[in-house]
């Protein structure tokens, strides 16, 4: 098929209602996922108290968090294939639904002074099935939105994408901020968190019913015999995407998971300040990325995504490590707040261009599934343990200001993906 007979063939749907669905359904996948992180040190103390040293605990619990990341490269090769094959709606619901399994199993799971290793194998279960669900989630719904827009607007649809994991991630915190407020310690460390869960697991029918109202995008259901290559094939003829579009992930991931994640728990751990403004960090990263990623995503329409890139992220590469060195020279409240905030916008604005980057690197009848690829591959070990290795090179080196090294090494190499990759924005794609 043809770029011309695909375009004709794009969906009739209202794009506020094709928004609107994808965004809603990723923003409840994306709150099952992350709200780990906001729970990151009661879930420590909760499943693995091998250690009376809060640090080693905290370590433990992002470890397992990382886990969630490792199974996600299979899930975006397998729901990320089955998107290009079968289409994107229903790869979108099955995701859906495995979200719904992990989640569960975070909300039965004993705690390990209740049954000892079972509550701990249950939680690893839950993060790898979560994980793996994500990583077909990311490729099938960043593509579908990008399918809908035309060549001069893909920037703006993608930042969709964005703008649905910062709901997600303000959705979370703000839960487990309520909560944390109405309930006395003992409940919410008796029970409160796994109400956290819950409530996701209760939304996902929501979800379900949005992500049904969709219309097919997939070059496989439009027309089918644009099947007729082996997307094997089509993948092992993109190398060079697949590895530029791994590069590029690597440096958008690990300041995102350094700044709107780590930060936070860093506050509790190292500065020792409480938990609630550990969470109100999180969120003021969280609802910073919702207001800014469709700004953004209408800037790197205008400007191109390589600058819309690389300026950014070259601002964030200058910031990252002052502020970390602000935030332990000063700690409190308002100077946390402030060093969050004014690292999350360049962490937007450098974000979102590199999302819609990603898919327009590949042909329709692989982009689910290259997209997939690109981004777990390099979120899964440079994101998911980010905050592994940040509080683990304090633990080696006694520096509190090390995660900006990680996170500055990190944007650097990514700047070697950016040469790779050809300017994108505003040219027509299959």
Not at 3 to 32: H, K
Not at 127 to 143: D, E, H, I, P
Not at 176 to 196: F, T
């Amino acid at each position: 098929m043809t770029a011309a007979q695909l375009s004709a063939a794009r969906p009739a749907a209202p794009s506020r209602r094709a928004i609107t669905a994808i965004t809603v359904g990723n923003a409840l996948e994306f709150y099952d996922f992350i709200v780990y992180s906001a729970l990151a040190t009661l879930m420590g103390r909760l499943f693995f108290p091998f250690s009376d040293e809060p640090l080693l605990q905290l370590m433990l619990s992002f470890a397992v968090f990382g886990t969630g990341f490792v199974s996600r490269p299979i899930g975006g090769i397998v729901i990320g294939l089955y998107a290009d094959r079968c289409g994107r709606k229903p790869a979108l619901r099955l995701s859906l639904w495995l979200m719904a399994i992990g989640s569960m199993l975070f909300v039965v799971a004993p705690t390990y002074a209740q049954a000892g290793l079972l509550g701990p194998a249950l939680v690893v279960l839950g993060r790898l099935v979560q994980g793996f669900a994500v990583g077909g989630q990311v490729g099938a719904a960043t593509s579908m939105l990008m399918e809908y827009a035309d060549d001069r607007s893909r920037g703006y649809y993608c930042s969709w994408q964005l703008f649905s994991q910062g709901l997600g991630v303000l959705a979370g915190t703000l839960t487990v901020s309520a909560l944390s407020a109405l309930l006395p310690a003992a409940a919410m460390e008796a029970w409160g968190w796994r109400l956290v869960f819950a409530i996701g697991v209760l939304a996902i029918p929501v979800g379900e019913y949005i992500r049904s109202q969709l219309d097919e995008t997939a070059a496989s259901a439009l027309a089918p015999q644009a099947a007729a290559e082996p997307a094997a094939s089509l993948l092992r003829r993109h190398g060079r995407q697949l590895l530029a579009g791994v590069l590029l992930t690597i440096g958008g991931t690990a300041p995102t998971f350094i700044v709107a994640h780590y930060l936070a728990n860093h506050a509790v751990t190292v500065l020792g300040m409480p938990l609630a403004v550990a969470i109100w960090a999180a969120s003021t990263s969280a609802l910073l990325q919702v207001l800014l990623a469709v700004p953004a995503g209408r800037w790197s329409d205008r400007v191109g995504r390589r600058k819309s890139l690389l300026w950014p992220r070259l601002v964030l590469l200058l910031l990252i490590y002052p502020g970390f060195m602000l935030v332990n020279a000063v700690p409190g409240w308002p100077v946390l707040l402030l060093v969050v905030a004014a690292l999350t916008v360049p962490l937007v604005y450098t974000s979102v261009p590199s999302i819609a980057l990603l898919p327009e690197l590949f042909p329709r009848r692989i982009r689910a599934s290259g997209m997939s690829i690109v981004y777990c591959v390099g979120v899964m070990i440079f994101g998911g343990f980010a905050q592994f290795f940040a509080a683990g090179l304090i633990r080696l080196t006694g520096d509190p200001n090390a995660p900006a090294l990680y996170a500055a090494l990190c944007i650097l190499v990514s700047l070697i993906g950016l040469a790779m990759v050809p300017e994108t924005a505003n040219r027509p794609l299959d």
